[in-house]
């Protein structure tokens, strides 16, 4: 019997490592969990459309007396363009945030109509602002991976074509006075704010929803005669504001990479 109780002894002490072996091996130890999100730094090409509308004021002066020839009048326009566009952000993480700093660059192709009247000369004309390009950077925050909010500004450019004027004592003749304003280009800078959200339809593809107000410098054009393109010695000051409202489909060509969240 003693026999027995030793040998069994002997066997349980020397299985025990194999025993503790076995068991480590079939329950490893496993690191800590960690989180993934898609990282916005990268650049992207954009393009879209919108709604826009224009605000000026407007009086004549003669330039060779340097006299006021009327009080100030206002007009503005309505219509439509279409935008492309593209730029770089950069995604970093600031205290509880993640914050994204960018820059871009657009162009607009327009047709945004309206008038402009001249009192002095009893006339008017239709203007339309034909184009626009921007530059500037925005600066926003991530309510959720897939969701950023943002505010932009910027430098603009924007350029109304030629107007013929007409006669406005008998507007609905539309009998031209011999005269024009030739195409302008106005400069200016612009404020906006939008946002910016991942579709989950197609990986990199994004939608953009942004409403711009742009303050343009005034400007001093001349009445020109339509014979010889000399000027007449009377000019148009004019002061003006373009407001859009643009919307966008985006494709981000760094979607897909990610950054560690911690949670």
Request: proline share 4%.
């Given at each position: 019997?003693?026999?027995?109780?030793?040998?069994?002894?002997?066997?349980v002490?020397?299985?025990?490592p194999?025993i503790?072996?076995?068991?480590?091996?079939?329950?490893?130890?496993?690191?800590?969990?960690?989180?993934?999100?898609?990282?916005?730094?990268?650049?992207?090409?954009?393009?879209?459309?919108?709604?826009?509308?224009?605000?000026?004021?407007?009086?004549?002066?003669?330039?060779?007396?340097?006299?006021?020839?009327?009080?100030?009048?206002?007009?503005?326009?309505?219509?439509?363009?279409?935008?492309?566009?593209?730029?770089?952000?950069?995604?970093?993480?600031?205290?509880?945030?993640?914050?994204?700093?960018?820059?871009?660059?657009?162009?607009?192709?327009?047709?945004?109509?309206?008038?402009?009247?001249?009192?002095?000369?009893?006339?008017?004309?239709?203007?339309?602002?034909?184009?626009?390009?921007?530059?500037?950077?925005?600066?926003?925050?991530?309510?959720?991976?897939?969701?950023?909010?943002?505010?932009?500004?910027g430098?603009?450019?924007?350029?109304?074509?030629?107007?013929?004027?007409?006669?406005?004592?008998?507007?609905?003749?539309?009998?031209?006075t011999?005269?024009?304003?030739?195409?302008?280009?106005?400069?200016?800078?612009?404020?906006?704010?939008?946002?910016?959200?991942?579709?989950?339809?197609?990986?990199?593809?994004?939608?953009?929803?942004?409403?711009?107000?742009?303050?343009?410098?005034?400007?001093?054009?001349?009445?020109?005669?339509?014979?010889?393109?000399?000027?007449?010695?009377?000019?148009?000051?004019?002061?003006?504001?373009?407001?859009?409202?643009?919307?966008?489909?985006?494709?981000?060509?760094?979607w897909?990479?990610?950054?560690?969240?911690?949670?």
């Amino acid at each position: 019997m003693k026999k027995l109780v030793i040998a069994l002894s002997a066997v349980v002490a020397f299985s025990s490592p194999a025993i503790s072996a076995d068991m480590a091996a079939k329950a490893p130890m496993r690191a800590a969990p960690v989180a993934y999100a898609p990282s916005w730094t990268g650049c992207y090409v954009a393009g879209g459309g919108g709604y826009g509308f224009w605000n000026q004021q407007n009086d004549a002066s003669d330039v060779v007396n340097n006299i006021q020839l009327s009080t100030s009048t206002t007009g503005g326009g309505r219509g439509y363009f279409g935008t492309l566009g593209g730029g770089c952000d950069y995604q970093v993480p600031v205290g509880n945030w993640n914050v994204v700093f960018g820059a871009f660059g657009d162009y607009d192709w327009a047709s945004i109509k309206g008038d402009v009247n001249v009192p002095h000369i009893a006339s008017y004309g239709h203007e339309k602002m034909s184009s626009q390009w921007s530059v500037g950077g925005r600066v926003g925050a991530l309510v959720t991976p897939n969701l950023l909010t943002y505010f932009s500004a910027g430098y603009t450019e924007a350029r109304w074509d030629n107007v013929t004027l007409l006669n406005s004592v008998v507007p609905f003749i539309n009998l031209p006075t011999g005269v024009f304003i030739g195409a302008t280009t106005y400069e200016g800078y612009f404020i906006g704010g939008g946002y910016e959200y991942g579709l989950n339809v197609l990986p990199g593809l994004f939608w953009k929803t942004e409403y711009r107000l742009s303050d343009l410098d005034s400007k001093s054009n001349p009445i020109r005669f339509v014979a010889t393109g000399a000027a007449s010695g009377v000019e148009v000051h004019s002061q003006r504001y373009v407001q859009t409202i643009r919307s966008e489909l985006v494709y981000r060509f760094n979607w897909g990479g990610s950054v560690v969240a911690k949670y």
